[in-house]
Nanobody
Framework: QVQLQESGPGLVKPSQTLSLTCTVS??????????WSWIRQAPGKGLEWMGA???????YDSPSLKSRTSISRDTAKNQFTLQLSSVTPEDTAVYYC?????????WGKGTLVTVSS
């Protein structure tokens, strides 16, 4: 059973960079045709896909966030990370990591990140 767990600070100040890590267990992030995504949900809003990294290391960006997001991975630790730069209070949200075989079959529980001074 693949399990994902998000980790990172729960509070970030405006203009700083938000950094989150997703640790995957029960499966390898390099398994063929598996894709690993970051998704967020702001208060009172729907889910927003932020970007993904493929089993091969290829990257996929959300057009609306492309200039501010960076996704990377550490295959030795079986982790992938999200960096979101120049955050504002509008970036306050529950952040999820998810992954699966061409789909988001598995999800982490999510972590709340608040952007506030």
């Amino acid at each position: 059973q693949v399990q994902l767990q998000e980790s990172g600070p729960g509070l970030v100040k405006p203009s700083q960079t938000l950094s989150l890590t997703c640790t995957v267990s029960g499966g390898s992030i390099t398994t063929n045709y598996y894709y690993w995504s970051w998704i967020r949900q702001a208060p009172g809003k729907g889910l927003e896909w932020m970007g993904a990294i493929a089993y091969s290391g290829s990257l996929y960006d959300s057009p609306s966030l492309k200039s501010r997001t960076s996704i990377s991975r550490d295959t030795a630790k079986n982790q992938f990370t999200l960096q979101l730069s120049s955050v504002t209070p509008e970036d306050t949200a529950v952040y999820y990591c998810a992954g699966g075989h061409y789909a988001m079959d598995y999800w982490g529980k999510g972590t709340l990140v608040t952007v506030s001074s």
